[in-house]
């Protein structure tokens, strides 16, 4: 998907259709001809899912650190800051409370465009204390979740938030809180290997990518060629891997569904 320049228009990758912008919001951003998913961040993730101006943003002071003082072509903190900058976002994801139909809920919305929705220490302190928060307020949890996986500037601290994420749902889960997870495109590496997958429901959207490795690494390191729409979401519904493939227009009223028939209170 490419935006124009004035942001009124929307031509899709896919089918090359230019679309105006109004049709492609009421088309809850996919194109209107072939019905490609055009990425979107957690701000419109919000808008799609969140009753209006039910959504209340918590955690926010959470920042990344830099414990290891990395440094690739500009220092991490510098990093940070020109991200910060171009995309209007303080981390990879954004974490708060709303209500999706009658249910108050936990929401926590990925965002891909803040380097690639890499998981490091305060993606993974906002998501636990998120988690937390549900639990002490008896609130479901539903997380979006758009990723490349860990975040490498953070190395082991990154790696460190997979077991502080699941161990903090083990928690959701025994106090009979249902979680709900939501896979975009695309949700993969360490995100995929932790809270991603652990939702009581896994729903993806549409021909997501999903997994854990990337298929080209794959298939170089087991020298066989992958089978067609590997690691796709169609692909994993077969296999059993998710339970559902919802489109974005539906995605809000299916977590009503199942709220409704996990979670009694209201
Ligand atoms: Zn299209």
């Not at 990154?158 to 949700?187: E, F, G, N």
């Not at 170089?220 to 296999?239: A, C, H, M, N, Y």
């Amino acid at each position: 998907m490419k935006k124009s320049e004035d942001g009124l228009w929307y031509k899709c990758s896919a089918c090359g259709e230019i679309s105006y912008h109004k049709v492609v919001i009421e088309n809850y951003y996919t194109c209107p001809k072939c019905k490609s998913n055009f990425r979107i961040g957690s701000k419109e993730w919000i808008e799609i899912l969140a009753e209006p101006n039910t959504f209340e943003e918590h955690f926010s002071e959470i920042k990344s650190d830099d414990p290891l003082g990395f440094k690739d072509t500009v220092k991490y903190p510098k990093r940070l800051k020109e991200i910060e900058k171009k995309t209007s976002l303080s981390e990879a994801v954004k974490c708060g409370t709303c209500y999706i139909g009658p249910f108050k809920a936990g929401l926590g919305v990925m965002d891909f465009s803040f380097m690639g929705g890499s998981m490091g220490s305060a993606v993974g302190e906002r998501i636990t204390l998120l988690i937390e928060k549900c639990i002490r307020e008896g609130m479901p949890l539903i997380m979006v979740c758009a990723s490349g996986g860990a975040r490498m500037q953070e190395s082991i601290f990154s790696l460190m938030q997979m077991v502080k994420t699941s161990a903090s749902l083990k928690l959701l889960s025994d106090a009979r809180i249902p979680y709900i997870s939501v896979l975009t495109h695309p949700t993969t590496g360490g995100v995929s290997a932790s809270f991603a997958f652990l939702g009581d429901v896994i729903i993806a959207e549409p021909n997501a990518l999903i997994g854990f490795a990337g298929p080209r690494v794959i298939e170089q390191t087991i020298r066989q060629k992958l089978p067609d729409g590997f690691q796709r979401s169609e692909f994993l519904l077969e296999k059993g891997q998710i339970d559902m493939i919802v489109e974005r227009r539906n995605i809000k009223d299916t977590l009503v569904k199942i709220l409704k028939i996990l979670y009694k209170k209201t």
